[in-house]
Each structure stands twice: as structure tokens, then as C-alpha cells.
């Protein structure tokens, strides 16, 4: 079976074509199972609705062939015989003496009632007849037929209220009365039932299969195009624009990347013009220009380095996304969907997603940065808990190298009011990269919170820096050691977006290192914030 889904289905196919046949077998499956389950259920009504006429009609049948068992005579059951077998479905009629005595037999025999095994049996041992005489009972059923019996009871005269009645008392039972009725008219009416509600289900499953088809064009096609996008922009001249539609992720996604372009193309231009201006004064101004055109240079090799890490970057998490999801969709669809499995392979899913959105929101805020439309916005913080939130955040990464975390928090008690969303990028930021510079050591992070500051640490025992490779952390696009890119990965950008956040909050990174000893990075924020205090202010004045 894997064998052919796979030739079916190559790896290499888009997910829009794997959701869909998965989600098509699906619903055909779902509409198989409910026309099984409509016809079974139809054919039960059906047949119980069979049962009970047949019991009616048996004792009406014995209750008029009282005076046939009661004088032994067959003539004086002919009419009642007649009339009972006028009824759609009646096979055959009997009526049997209270030894078990075929007294009367019309109908299609093959129901004689001397070879009919329920009635052989219960001439032997009497359990067909002595379950009888309790009333009419269903006493025999195969694919074809329905058997019923019924007790035959002397009548008399009920003198209190003028009425013949049945004396049912076992030393007045005369005998029973047998019909059977034929199921071939079930029978047909199931199998139609069934090729009928297998049809409609299996109309309606593919109408809802083109809706979904149409449903699942339109989240699908704004993605494809988005990666295509992305995956072309190496070899374009000039950058491009996606347009933004589809889902609300996707619109995000586009809006990003269109963003992203801004922010390169807004560098290319004043790279350009800052060429220009050199390019007039070359002839007067030959050492100046020489030294600006180094750093045009300069800056046009970080801008191309950090387009190819950048597009690394992206496409990675990128295939992770699609490729166990791919893996999640097969498992499904084989058959071996372990829940376990499935779970893990979409946690690494779910991480690649925070890893891409991260890297994207990494270049957005450092625009917003730069262009100086970052504000603070301070709310009530409980330091505790944005350790925990902190803490699970960076944690899996922590554990990928074989690392140990360890979490020193103490507060005075008093209220903090703090930016929470960015305070917490600063520290995921710095734990981020402490855990990717650390394995099979420890990672310690400190929070010290007094009245009129905040003090935060993250210690490491990894791989160190020199005094050189310090001055370098907090620019952007650059690491402590260009080569560390290769081996560790990353855009350069989260220490840079760490340094001028703090700044934001009246703070500022400082970094204490050696190599091979281990880094520690810390900052003061002074309280309560600028922004906070006005705030204050302005409640105490209205």
C-alpha cells in the first residue's frame, strides 16, 4: 500500500494536492459508511414493521380457526385459509393439532409443516409448541422467510358481559396456527435502498469535494505564489512585490516579505545615492572618496551576505514546515497514523513557523526601530510569570544542545509596570543566543526586581568572545565572528534589536566575556519607564 501511494503520489507533489486526496478519501469514505448505515437502518424498521404485521395477521388467522381444530375439520378453515393467504407476501398457512398433527397445510409447500425442521423439533421435544402457547411468537426466520405461530384456545361465553371469549388456560389450548411470510420484498427493497443511498452519497460527497477544490485553490494559490516569489528573488535585478489576498496568515506572511523589500530597497537607494554624491566628487576629493567608496563596498557585501544567509534562513524552516507536514498527510493516509508521531511531527512544525515568523519579525522591527515608530506600551507585569512564558519559550532550544537552565528570579513585592512584549524579546533574544554559542553546559538567567530598577542577567558557559568580537554583537547583520554564520546560523539581527530596545527602555547591554569562559550579557532598566510615568501623571491631573 505505501508502495503505491507513493507511485501515486511522489514526494516532490504540492501540499494542495495531498490535502485534497486525503480529505477526498475522506468524505467518499464517509459517504460510503453513511449509505451503509441508512439502509441498514431502513431495513430494520422495514423488517420489524414486516414482524409485526405478520404477527397480527397469525392471530387473527388462529383466533378464526377455532371451530377447524375444534371439530378436526379442514373444511371449516378453507374461507379463513383463503383470506389469509390473499395478503401481499403470505407464503404459506398451517394449522396444527395440539399434538403437533398437521391438520391443514396450503400455500407453497416447501412449508409443509412435516418437513419443516422447527416443527420436527418441536414435535420431539416440544419446545416449539410449548413456547407457542405463551402467544403469537416469531418462531422461525431465515434469508427467505418469516414463520409465526400462534395458540389456538377454546372459546366461551362470558356471561357478565355477553361476550365469546378466549379461555387461554393450557388444558384448553386446541392447537396452533402457522404463517409464514416471504422476504423477497425486503429483500429487494434493502439492495435498492442500499445502490440508492450509495448513489445520492456519493453525488453529494463529490459536489462537496469541487467546493472544497475550489475552497482550497484560494488559501493555496496566494502561498504558491508567495514561495515561488521568494524562491526567485535571488535571481531578479530589481526586488518584487507580492500581492496580498488569501487567508489572513498568508496576507501577514506577504505583507512581511513586501516589508522585507522595502527595507532592502530603502538600503539600496541610499547606497546608490551615497555612490553618486562619491562619483561628483571623485576628482576633488580623491582620498574621501576612496575611503567612502570602501564603505559603500563594505556595505554592499553585508547587504548581499545577509540576502543569501537571510534566504537560508527562510527556506529552511520553510521546508521543515512542508516536508513533515508531507510526512503527517502520508502516515495519515497509509493508515500507520500514530497520534504520538503525528504530534511530534507537528510540534517541529509548529517551531519552524515561530522560527520563520521570528526572522521575519526580527527585519520588521529593526525597520520600525530605525524609523523611529517603535513605542513602549507598559501594563502591569507579574515578573514570575514572564519568567515561565520566557522559560518555555527557549527551553527546546536550550535542550538541543545538551544544556542545563537554571532560573534565579527575586522581586521586592512592589508593582511593575513594563513593557512585557519587548521586555521578553530582550531576554528570549539573549537566552537565544547564549543557547546557540552553549552545549552541555549551563544557562542561567537572573531577574532582580527593586522599586526603582530592573536588573536582568543571562549567563552562559559556552564558547566566549574577545574584546574584538564584543564591539561587533550589537551591529546589524553581523556576528561576533562572520564565520559563525556557517556554523550556527542566524541573520545577526537579534542582539542589534535587543541593544536598541533597551535603549527605548532607558537601558543599555553590556557584555562581559573571555573566550572558552562563557558570556554574560545584563541591563538596567531604571523605573518606572518614561511612559508609564506620564500616564501616571495624567491620571493624578484628571
Known sequence: MRALLRILLPPGRGFKHQIMLLVSV?????ALVSALLTAWVTAKNSRDYLVEQGLQLTESFAEQSVLALLFGSAENAEDVVASTLSFPNVMHVALLTQEGRVLLHEGDHSFDAKKNPDTIKGNRRGN??????????????????????????????????????????????????????????????????????????????????????????????????????????????ETSRVVVKGPIEIQDMARAFNAMMD??????????????????QVRVRTLELVGARDAAIQASKHKSAFLANMSHELRT????????????????????????????????VENAGKHLLSMINNILDLAKIEAGRMELECDRVDINELARQVEDTVLPLIKNGQNKFEADVTSDGS????????????????????????????????????????????????????EEQQQRIFRAFKQADMTTTKNFGGTGLGLTISQ?????????????????????????LPLPLQEHQEAADAALAS
Open 415 to 466: 508593582i511593575l509596570w513594563m513593557d512585557q512584549v519587548k521586555l521578553r524579546q530582550i531576554l528570549v533574544n539573549l537566552l537565544s543566543n547564549a543557547a546557540k554559542f552553549t552545549e552541555a553546559g549551563t544557562i542561567t538567567l537572573k531577574i532582580e526586581h527593586s522599586v526603582d530598577a530592573l536588573f536582568c542577567s543571562v549567563i552562559d558557559t559556552g564558547i566566549g568572545m574577545d
Open 26 to 30: 475522506g468524505i467518499l469514505l464517509l
Open 500 to 524: 536598541r530596545l533597551c535603549a527605548l527602555m532607558g537601558g543599555n547591554i553590556e557584555v562581559q566575556s573571555a573566550p572558552e569562559k562563557g558570556s554574560v550579557l545584563y541591563f538596567t
Open 317 to 348: 524552516p520553510m521546508n521543515a514546515v512542508l516536508g513533515y507536514t508531507g510526512m503527517v498527510i502520508e502516515d495519515a493516509r497509509d493508515g500507520s497514523f500514530n497520534v504520538d508521531s503525528c504530534i511530534s511531527d507537528l510540534n517541529r
Open 263 to 280: 527595507v532592502l530597497d530603502e538600503r539600496d537607494l541610499r547606497l546608490k545615492n551615497q555612490n553618486d554624491d562619491l562619483e561628483n
Open 128 to 237: 416449539s409448541l410449548q413456547g407457542s402457547k405463551r402467544g403469537t411468537v416469531l418462531f422461525s426466520e431465515t434469508h427467505d422467510y418469516l414463520s409465526f405461530r400462534s395458540p389456538i384456545f377454546e372459546r366461551r361465553l362470558d356471561e357478565r358481559i355477553g361476550v365469546i371469549v378466549s379461555d387461554k388456560q393450557p388444558e384448553n389450548l386446541l392447537g396452533f396456527a402457522d404463517v409464514s411470510i416471504s422476504k423477497a420484498a425486503l429483500n429487494s427493497q434493502r439492495v435498492t435502498t442500499v445502490v440508492q443511498n450509495i448513489g445520492v452519497s456519493f453525488v453529494l460527497a463529490i459536489l462537496i469535494l469541487l467546493v472544497l477544490k475550489k475552497i482550497l485553490s484560494r488559501i493555496t494559490t496566494p502561498l504558491s505564489e508567495l514561495s515561488n516569489l521568494m524562491r526567485e528573488q535571488d535571481a531578479e535585478t
